[in-house]
């Protein structure tokens, strides 16, 4: 196992780590505006931005899960930062469409010691 993927392994067992995670945000639905301003200064350790209750909600609770399930990877990180170069220079992006694949290509898969085949 690689220092990337210890790091990212948590010492709880999933179920509790789960239950936890609700539990947190279940909490912030019940914040008011100053309660979730101060939530987010102890997370983000940032001043808080001018969003709504809500905005501000939702990006609490994505940074509970990111904090316990590890946050974007940094190839991610790099992708989004020059797409948002991208369109900040040109106005515009396109996206990858990804791999091609010909006709007659088959594909491979292994799942649980079986190989499966689509041709």
């Known amino acids: ?3 990337l993927t210890r790091s990212r392994v948590s010492l709880r067992p999933a179920p509790l780590l789960a239950r936890a995670i ?3 945000i279940a909490a912030l639905q019940q914040f008011g505006l100053a309660e979730l ?3 987010w200064r102890r997370l983000f350790r940032i001043q808080t931005p001018n969003l709504s209750r809500d905005l ?3 990006a609490l609770a994505y940074r509970v899960q990111e ?3 590890g946050g974007l990877t940094n190839a ?3 992708k989004l930062a020059s ?3 991208a369109l900040e220079a040109g106005g515009e992006i396109s996206l ?3 791999p091609q694949i010909k006709p007659g290509a088959r594909l491979v898969r292994e799942w649980r010691g079986r190989t499966h085949t689509a041709p």
Request: proline residues 4%; neutral net charge; charged residues 35%.
């Open 76 to 78: 991610t990180q790099r």
């Open 96 to 98: 990858d469409p990804g």
């Open 37 to 39: 301003r101060s939530e």
């Open 83 to 85: 797409l948002a170069a």
């Open 67 to 69: 904090r316990a399930h």
């Open 56 to 58: 501000l909600m939702r």
């Open 1 to 3: 196992m690689d220092a």
């Open 22 to 24: 609700s539990d947190q």
